[in-house]
């Protein structure tokens, strides 16, 4: 199973960047997916989750109504649309995967993922 994130890069505070994580040897159809962050001398930290339903979503308190999570299952790539971009979200983003998640959770523990990606870098400057 691998997990590719993509869509990282530099951008000015109040822009916007798109994260892709394209997974293969497994379905996500079926799986919880989530974003976490980790920023240089920090814990990596949850930013947001979706449920296999795809219909429930949840945030961390600083990104939300800024950050939005979706999945294509089609394309077995979820994404993670970031806006109004802030220094303090600089940080290696990873995407992670749920198997055998309850159908309308979202998990913000990073203990609850099995798989995971290598990370992307997001660079916000003032």
């Known amino acids: 199973v691998q997990l590719e994130e993509s869509g990282g890069g530099l951008v000015q505070a109040g822009g916007s960047l798109r994260l892709s994580c394209v997974v293969s040897?497994?379905?996500?159809?079926?799986?919880?997916m989530g974003w976490f962050r980790q920023a240089p001398g920090k814990d990596r930290e949850f930013v947001g989750g979706?449920?296999?339903?795809?219909?429930?979503?949840d945030y961390k308190e600083s990104v939300r109504g800024r950050f939005t999570i979706s999945v294509d299952n089609a394309k077995n790539t979820v994404f993670l649309q970031m806006n109004r971009l802030r220094p303090e979200d600089t940080a290696v983003y990873y995407c992670a995967a749920k198997a055998a998640p309850r159908f309308w959770e979202t998990y913000t523990d990073s203990d609850d993922y099995d798989y995971w990606g290598q990370g992307t870098q997001v660079t916000v400057s003032s």
């Open positions: 979706i449920s296999w339903s795809a219909t429930v979503t």
């Open positions: 040897g497994r379905s996500i159809n079926g799986d919880a």
